[in-house]
């Protein structure tokens, strides 16, 4: 395990899968079964190998199903993990949900989608990040996808990213922020 240098994660969880479906009508896309725990399950525990303490989830739809499963997914964590669920109003994007949380937020955290999977190894990132001044606004991951027609593209000058630009046309190589 590595040493952190982020002792707080931000989650965010209150996604819905758009359109209608049985599976997802009454559960946040995090807590869709994966394996045989909900997929948040996991995300949480690859946040304790990388020594993060303390998670706030930032939730906006359907926190109570979250509540009702944390006990369990605690108790199957390696080790103690505070977890605090911070409830934002219902679809305010991602800006909303870490404005309305942003009295729980340490000064730096690692701000993460609880429904994407990004195979990456985070300390990297983190290390490369206890390095940044404080004129640093973030640091984020970036995969270079040979389709990426499913999501922005961020557009970039070196190593800054200078914008995010509109979904390429499909089978179009494109670099994409997958949520970390």
Known sequence: MCSATIRQAAVLIGGVIAGPSLLTANTPKSMLPCGDRPFLAWVLRELCRYGV?????????????VEVALPAIIAWLPRKLDIIIA???AQAGTGGALYHARHLLDPRFLLCDGASWFDTNLANLLADAAHDSDDVAGRMVLRQLTGASRYSEASLCGDVITGFLERPAQGVPGTINPGV
Request: proline share 6%; no cysteine; net charge negative.
């Open 53 to 65: 303490q303390e998670v706030v989830l930032l939730s906006g739809d359907l926190a109570e199903v």
């Open 87 to 89: 409830r934002g109003p």
